[in-house]
C-alpha cells in the first residue's frame, strides 16, 4: 500500500504552519522532506509529519529550535533539555511577577497627567531597584517574594504602609534623645523586628540577604526610599541589645 505524502504547500494546510516556516525548518535541519517530485518540489512522508508535531509539541513548550533539533537527534536527553528549560521558565516568572508589580504601582499612582518623561523616569527607577534586589537576592527567593506577593497582597501592603509611621516614631525618639533600653526603645525595637519577620519569615537567608542589602545601600534606600538612617538602626540596636 503507497504511503500518502504531501507537497509543502499541503502539509502547510494539514499542520496549520506556513510555507515560509517548513522552509525554515528544513533549512535548520529540523524536519527535511523524505522525498521530491520529479521538478524537484519537496514531498513530505507520514514519519516526516510526525516529526512536524513533534517540533510544534516543543515549540509550545517555549523550547528554541536549536535546543529541540540536539533533542531530537539525541544529543541532549529529555531530562536535561526540560530542567534546563524550566530554570529558564522559572526566571521569566520572576521576572514578568516583578513587571506586573511595578505596572501596577504605576497604574495606582497614576493621576492620568503622566508624562513621557514621568513614565521614562519610573522605568528607570524599576530597573535600578530590579537590578539592586538582584545582587542579593537567589533567583529561588525572588520567586518567593513573588508568590507571596500574589498571596499575601494585602498583609504585605499593610507591613509596607506600617514602617512610614514606625521610622517616623523612631525619628522622634531619637531626636528627644530618648533611653534606647527604657519601655519605649525596647516597644519600638520589638515592633521594628516583628515588621521585618514579616517579611523573612523565619528564613535564615531571607534575613540574612535583606540585611546585606540595606547595610550595602543604605544611603540610597533612605534618600530614595524615606529610611531607616544609621542614627535609627543604631537606637533599634542597643534598643533590642
Do not use: C
Not at 544529543?75 to 521558565?89: F, M, N, T
Not at 521610622?167 to 534606647?180: H, K, N, T, Y
Amino acid at each position: 500500500m503507497e504511503q500518502q505524502t504531501w507537497k509543502v504547500g499541503d502539509l502547510a494546510r494539514v499542520t496549520g504552519l506556513t510555507v515560509r516556516t517548513l522552509h525554515h525548518w528544513d533549512d535548520l535541519g529540523l524536519v527535511a522532506p523524505s522525498g521530491r517530485t520529479s521538478a524537484g518540489h519537496r514531498l513530505y512522508s507520514g514519519d516526516d509529519l510526525e516529526r512536524v508535531y513533534q517540533v510544534l509539541a516543543l515549540r509550545r513548550l517555549g523550547v528554541p529550535l536549536a535546543t529541540i533539533g540536539s533533542l531530537l537527534e539525541g544529543s541532549e536527553s529529555v531530562s536535561e533539555v526540560l530542567e534546563k528549560h524550566l530554570a529558564l521558565v522559572e526566571d521569566q516568572i520572576v521576572a514578568l511577577r516583578r513587571l506586573r508589580a511595578g505596572l501596577a504601582a504605576s497604574l495606582d499612582a497614576d493621576d492620568g497627567h503622566r508624562s513621557a518623561s514621568d513614565f521614562l523616569d519610573l522605568i528607570r527607577k524599576v530597573v535600578v531597584v530590579n537590578e539592586t534586589v538582584e545582587k542579593y537576592f537567589s533567583p529561588q527567593q525572588l520567586a518567593e517574594l513573588a508568590e507571596r506577593k500574589e498571596r499575601e497582597d494585602e498583609q504585605i501592603a499593610a507591613v509596607e504602609a506600617a514602617w512610614p509611621d514606625l521610622i517616623s516614631r523612631v525619628q522622634s525618639a531619637v531626636d528627644r534623645g530618648a533611653d534606647p533600653t527604657g519601655a519605649e526603645g525596647r516597644a519600638l525595637a520589638r515592633e521594628w523586628h516583628e515588621l521585618l519577620r514579616q517579611f523573612h519569615q523565619g528564613d535564615e537567608q531571607m534575613r540574612d540577604s535583606l540585611y546585606a542589602m540595606q547595610r550595602d545601600n543604605a544611603e540610597q534606600i533612605q534618600r530614595e526610599h524615606g529610611g531607616p538612617s544609621p542614627e535609627q538602626l543604631e537606637f533599634i540596636e542597643r534598643a533590642g541589645a
